[in-house]
């Protein structure tokens, strides 16, 4: 089929080469192109064609999930391929965006087996679990405990007699609940659980339990597990349960790289526990880019969908024009846009500093890793909250059809959004980042220095010394210019972050205890942590800026930085007003700037969603296809649908029938 | 008390005694629940029918919604269908009738989870619209459901812009008959409910052509299916649209026409006839028409919108008092998450959200009722008001407790996104509410059109309708508030909701008149001001809910705390929307900075204030477990337990045939087998 011609010109009128831009966000033109091939060799294989998702049952969403994953593994075998970025290219073209049964398998089991255990531990599981000769998860979230580690229930009671843990769930809320591909799939599960020994509670400890008997794949004696049930989306995963009454396993099922318990019962302490530092930030920066991904996802069929559709009249007596045109529709899409591609830096940014001082922290240097923990917490936060948000608009942009599975956006939401509460629900996260900022606002009080991303809150006390300086600030802010909206984004964090720890303080004064303080200062907190990660954010898409070469990739790049810039002043201009960053005047020409840009990034705005080039497979949307045809293909899509399968629905002959012939 | 009293509507529980964390918080209530709820239902005699009708509907198996999170599309079809029809064997029994008190409970009852929904707008599209004979014709027929109607505006292309339907309808002399086409695909009728499975007639809208003239849109009544056999009729094509992200139950469907002929007399003639010869012909006020139309936009926000928000708020705020989570003191036990100050954020603003959207609602049936009196006596005045008023209410109610509901989702933690929580369900349910009856971003633009109609009138000194009276009282100044507790006072900040609304009103007027005086064409200068004109319409709504919210408080019976609460809520939903839009009300500096922080320390002293009585507030909206089909948010609180319990229900858990087909394999590795 031919291409849309709305869509036709607006790839013609664009003013820079989409593919350029795309090399900058793959990270350079080589990996552009073995993305490409990777991607390739799915698409053209015919093992891995399937039926629409939307059209099947969970329990066939999650067979369809596993046949692949078992595929998969095959297959990246055969290619060789084994990086996890390229792993990663070739999965999401394989499954798509749903989640994997077998991901936990892949990610958290293996790692943990990698990191935490001695090298006789190693040696036993890890050619097991590469082999794929057992299958494993990862099982810390109880039924009534999740974020509060400390506060799980479930026991392993170290047995001397037979050098074995005993392993229990003692209520139920102990009931281990949620970890993916717990309920169905795998046979063994890294247990987080309370280790006592020797009377004593020694705290959560992991240990290897294997749940169901190889072969015949039934659970084991002492071992309730199943699935939790439907859920808002990741209808392939098998989210599941497990309960263990008694259940026995040796003493090497411990994972003892750092604890250990001794045969006769003795407990070794582990040395540090900031380690673990590490994979949560690692984890969160993953959550970042998938921020970035998802939202780029929605933004890429909103906007192609609002060039092809037509409605109402702009102008009395013309053909209905594109809903692209009209500047509500703008002004719900092209910032989110702009965030899109914050995000993408933002989330280069962070697996960069994270590979950068990775080598650091395994030659046990950890002094740059508090700052990355407290900063990847907030922006894990602060980007999925965002993108969580900008997903349901992009749908809501849509129209009716957005509601419409065939959308796609609908996959997108439900897919993304529990990422606002896994690997850390976002307040908590947002509350981690504050305790971070107010440590550095005292060490500043204090008279110390610091550093990194923080270190504007150095000039708080130059500007106490100068009181002068925050009123003269105002009328330096140039909102053409992103380097000063940098800096008022700067100040802007500086005073949010200022506010909260006074007011801590104030309630400290009160006398009250430190936890009471902090709770009833969260809310202030919060705000601080958002702002500070606004800051970073553009900070970091205005340094990305001077990185870009070529011309008319470096403009679009400005304007879409400009954007992001300028609305996130007009949706908080109560914050730039209060502390006087910037006049009521000024706001009024943010406003004014803003609706500019709108209309400076409309002749572009396909080709930029263009240059995140998605396979019409990476979107699975019928709105958001390459070559526009929608109509056709809503209809075509409309026919496979469940209750089509017959001409006369059975409903017909079981209740309308009788009904109508009693009457 | 109001534990005694309400126990008995958590009977259906197979789980009995009330989790300690939840009683303790109704022994605490500062005012009577039994009194707040006959005060929502209006008048405890509303709230004894009300329960009646519920607990008929619901001790009757064939209306049971258990299980309903394990089915599949189809089989939601099927129940929806079955309950459509015991329905009407019910209501036969219990003598309740359209017209009696009973009625509009029923759908409560029923969570909406009911099919034939669309033949109520057929039958009402045909009252409205149709001549007296086409409702003696037809209405017989629809009530007694010997036709299953379906109503079909909507097309593939083509959405709140009536104007652009493609769809026609042509008078053919010779045969005195219309026929119907879809001339191409964009053309094809699309979203309507009942019509992919269920109906065999459906009020088409068609543009109409008499000699190869163009009349505009008209509505049509066509058969779609056989009556005997319900296969579908010729040159019809007629299906299901597919999966959605809620309404599962409900068959959306599609309609392509192909030269379907329909006799003359099945034109929807009360305002406009086509003649023998073919002559057009207009008659009568079409106004009516139009205030069905904003009517449909007020009825949907009580069942649609308030009903789901008020759940969501339940199922939250109770979940949150069991849920304990980290430690607030060191050496206490882990404390419930609701006394955390960020989990009080959340929830608290949309409880108070509820109870003034139910106020507001209350207004807006009142001036509706009003109104449609007025109408009757062929008075029109009140139409321009009530259409500005009920796109804009629709916008910002959907809106803002669409926004409402995911709040209380994802403050649950993980539990909010099992379905068995009920949350997802409540939150894909209602925020489909933003697009029906108009597409929330257009529908706040006509408000604004009325409402800078308003202005330039209010500003040239001529009369305005009352609810727009203020723009003209355009007083600059400044807010009084000295302290923080002065902003506890009604007056104080409705004043500054009032500011806040004529400044973004006129000063978007003015850019318009600006634009326009130096040369842009009038529709250009709008296109270029709807991002503000949109932000005016939503001040204007938000000043009227304020305002509505504390003139309600004001007019309270003192007695059994209820007035006190209130006005606590509405003080709440007053400050929260101020700390919200903190830029709006700093602007021209109506609010100072120093105003600022005590209207956020106002605001934060709230919280703590509300919830202590949070939980008798969510009680008081009086939902049966097994209206809210929830896991977490059940009276007695026994949330894990119960979640444990419907898990093991899951299909998925019956068998795996997932392990012998490709897991088996994988651990074996026979892969190549695959």
């Known amino acids: 089929m031919t291409m849309n011609a709305d869509l036709r010109r607006e790839r013609a009128a664009a003013t820079f080469q989409p593919l350029l831009l795309t090399h900058i966000l793959d990270g350079g033109p080589e990996r552009t192109r073995r993305r490409k091939e990777i991607e390739a060799l799915v698409l053209n294989d015919p093992d891995f064609q399937h039926e629409d998702l939307n059209f099947l049952s969970r329990s066939q969403r999650y067979e369809q999930a596993i046949r692949k994953s078992s595929l998969m593994v095959m297959k990246l075998r055969e290619y060789g391929i084994a990086d996890p970025e390229e792993i990663f290219w070739f999965k999401r073209t394989c499954i798509g965006n749903v989640p994997e049964p077998l991901g936990l398998h892949f990610s958290m089991f293996q790692k943990t087996i990698e990191t935490q255990t001695t090298a006789a531990q190693k040696e036993k599981w890890l050619p097991l679990a590469r082999g794929v000769k057992i299958i494993g998860t990862y099982a810390q979230t109880e039924l009534g405990h999740g974020t509060h580690l400390r506060g799980l229930e479930t026991t392993a009671t170290y047995d001397p007699a037979t050098q074995e843990f005993i392993l229990n769930s003692p209520t139920v809320t102990s009931i281990k609940w949620w970890p993916g591909g717990l309920g169905k799939t795998s046979n063994h599960a890294i247990v987080l659980a309370q280790l006592y020994t020797q009377g004593q509670c020694k705290g959560l400890h992991a240990f290897i339990v294997p749940i169901r008997q190889l072969g015949t794949h039934e659970p084991l004696p002492g071992i309730t597990v199943g699935d939790i049930g439907p859920k808002f989306g990741y209808d392939e995963m098998d989210n599941g349960y497990l309960k263990m009454d008694n259940f026995r396993i040796p003493r090497e099922n411990m994972l003892m790289k750092y604890a250990q318990v001794e045969p006769d019962g003795t407990y070794v302490k582990p040395v540090s526990d900031k380690l673990t530092y590490g994979t949560m930030v690692f984890i969160r920066s993953l959550i970042v880019g998938d921020s970035a991904r998802s939202l780029s996802r929605a933004c890429t069929i909103a906007i192609r969908y609002s060039a092809v559709r037509h409605q109402s009249e702009l102008k009395p007596g013309e053909p209905e024009p594109q809903i692209l045109d009209y500047q509500t529709q703008q002004y719900k899409l092209f910032p989110l846009l702009a965030t899109a591609y914050a995000f993408h830096f933002v989330g280069a940014y962070i697996k960069d500093t994270y590979h950068r001082i990775s080598g650091d922290i395994n030659e046990g240097d950890l002094s740059e890793l508090p700052e990355l923990h407290a900063l990847t917490a907030g922006l894990k936060a602060f980007t999925s909250w965002t993108a969580n948000a900008g997903i349901e608009e992009c749908r809501m942009a849509c129209g009716g059809h957005g509601y419409s599975r065939c959308s796609g956006i609908p996959d997108i939401y439900v897919t993304f959004t529990p990422s606002c509460t896994y690997e850390g629900e976002n307040t908590v996260m947002m509350l981690q980042t504050a305790r971070f900022l107010v440590k550095s606002y005292t060490q500043v009080s204090s008279g110390q220095q610091v550093t990194g991303m923080v270190s504007y809150l150095n000039d708080l006390s130059r500007q106490r010394i100068q009181p002068q300086h925050v009123a003269a600030r105002t009328v330096t802010v140039r909102i053409n210019d992103p380097v000063s909206l940098v800096e008022a984004y700067k100040a802007r964090a500086a005073r949010l972050v200022e506010a909260a720890a006074k007011n801590l303080q104030a309630e400290l004064n009160h006398r009250k205890s430190k936890e009471d303080a902090w709770n009833r200062t969260s809310v202030d907190l919060v705000r601080a942590s958002e702002a500070h990660c606004h800051y970073v954010v553009v900070k970091l898409f205005a340094a990305k800026l001077s990185e870009v070469s070529n011309a008319a990739v470096r403009a679009v790049l400005t304007d879409l930085c400009l954007l992001y810039a300028l609305f996130g002043i007009s949706k908080n201009t109560g914050d730039f007003l209060q502390a006087g960053i910037l006049t009521s005047a000024q706001i009024t020409q943010v406003n004014q700037h803003v609706k500019e840009l709108l209309a400076v990034i409309r002749p572009n705005a396909v080709a930029l969603v263009d240059s995140f080039d998605f396979h019409d497979v990476h979107l699975g949307s019928v709105l958001g296809r390459y070559d526009g045809n929608v109509y056709e293909n809503m209809f075509e899509w409309a026919k496979k649908s469940p209750l089509n399968k017959t001409q006369v629905h059975e409903s017909f002959h079981k209740h309308l029938k009788p009904m109508q012939a009693k009457l | ?674």
């Not at chain 2, 597409?439 to 727009?468: D, H």
Request: aromatic fraction near 10%; proline fraction near 4%.
């Open chain 2, 1 to 674: 008390m109001a534990l005694l009293e309400t126990s008995k509507y958590s009977q259906g529980s197979v789980l009995g005694s009330v989790n300690p964390d939840l009683a303790s918080e109704r022994q605490t209530a500062s005012f009577c629940v039994e009194k707040l709820t006959a005060l929502l239902d209006g008048g405890a005699e509303q709230t004894r029918i009300r329960r009646a009708v519920v607990e008929a509907i619901q001790s009757d198996p064939v209306f049971s919604s258990e299980n309903q999170y394990f089915q599949t599309q189809n089989e939601r079809y099927e129940a929806a269908v079955r309950k459509a029809v015991h329905l009407q064997k019910k209501m036969h029994e219990m003598g309740w009738t359209e017209n009696g008190p009973e009625y509009k409970y029923i759908y409560r009852a029923l969570s909406g989870d009911v099919a034939f929904l669309l033949h109520r707008v057929f039958m009402r599209s045909i009252s409205v619209l149709g001549s007296d004979k086409q409702i003696a014709k037809w209405i017989p027929l629809a009530a007694q459901l010997r036709l299953i109607g379906s109503y079909a505006q909507t097309e593939l292309g083509h959405g709140t812009y009536l104007q652009g339907l493609e769809t026609t309808a042509i008078f053919d002399i010779a045969t005195q008959e219309f026929i119907l086409n879809t001339p191409k695909i964009s053309a094809m009728k699309w979203w309507p409910g009942d019509m992919g499975r269920s109906a065999t007639h459906t009020v088409v809208f068609a543009q109409l052509y008499i000699h190869g003239k163009c009349y505009g849109i008209h509505p049509f009544i066509v058969q779609i299916r056989s009556l005997q056999d319900h296969s579908l009729c010729p040159g019809i094509t007629a299906g299901d649209i597919g999966p959605k992200m809620n309404f599962e139950a409900i068959d959306n469907g599609y309609l392509m026409l192909k030269n379907v002929r329909i006799p003359r007399e099945n034109m929807l003639s009360k305002f406009c006839e086509v003649r023998p010869d073919g002559t057009y012909v207009r008659q009568g006020s079409q106004k009516i028409n139009y205030f069905t139309m904003t009517a449909v936009r007020i009825s949907l926000i009580s069942d649609e919108v308030l009903t789901p928000l008020m759940k969501a708020c339940t199922i939250a705020i109770r979940y949150s008092v069991v849920r304990r989570q980290s430690k607030l003191k060191p050496g206490e036990q882990e404390a419930k998450i609701l006394d955390y100050q960020t989990q009080q954020e959340k929830l608290l603003p949309q409880l108070a959200a509820a109870y003034a959207f139910h106020f507001i609602n209350n207004y807006l049936q009142e001036l509706f009722d009003r109104g449609y009196r007025e109408i009757q006596r062929k008075n029109f005045d009140m139409l321009p008001e009530l259409h500005a008023l009920s796109s804009g209410f629709k916008a910002v109610i959907t809106h803002h407790s669409t926004a409402a509901v995911e709040i209380c989702l994802r403050a649950c933690g993980g539990h909010g996104y099992s379905l068995l929580s009920g949350l997802p369900s409540l939150y894909t349910k209602i925020l489909a509410s933003c697009i029906y009856e108009g597409e929330n971003t257009i529908l706040l633009l006509q408000t604004a059109r009325f409402l800078i109609k308003c202005f330039m009138a209010a500003s040239a000194g001529q009369p305005v309708p009352p609810s727009v009276t203020y723009l003209a009282a355009v007083k600059p100044g400044k807010c009084p508030a000295k302290n923080k507790s002065d902003f506890l006072s009604p007056d104080i900040y409705t004043e500054a909701y009032q500011h806040v609304a004529v400044r973004l009103i006129s000063s978007t007027a003015a850019k318009l008149q600006d634009l326009i005086q130096s040369g842009a064409k009038k529709y250009d200068a709008w296109n270029q001001c709807t991002v503000q004109l949109v932000q005016a319409a939503k001040a204007h709504c938000h000043y009227i809910t304020v305002k509505n919210f504390a003139e309600t408080v004001e007019k309270l019976e003192t007695k059994a705390g209820i007035q006190r609460i209130m006005k606590h809520l509405c003080d709440l939903f007053a400050l929260h929307g101020i700390f919200l839009n903190t830029g709006a009300f700093l602007h021209d500096g109506y609010i100072s900075a120093a105003q600022m922080d005590m209207v956020t320390a106002s605001y934060l002293d709230l919280l703590a204030v509300i919830r202590k009585d949070a939980v008798p507030l969510v009680d008081a909206f009086d939902f049966t477990d097994k209206s809210l089909n929830s896991a977490l948010g059940s009276y007695d609180g026994q949330v894990y337990q119960r979640l444990y319990e419907w898990a093991q229900k899951s299909p998925t858990n019956k068998m795996n045939p997932a392990y012998e087909r490709y897991l088996k394999p994988l651990l074996h590795n026979a892969l190549s087998k695959l």
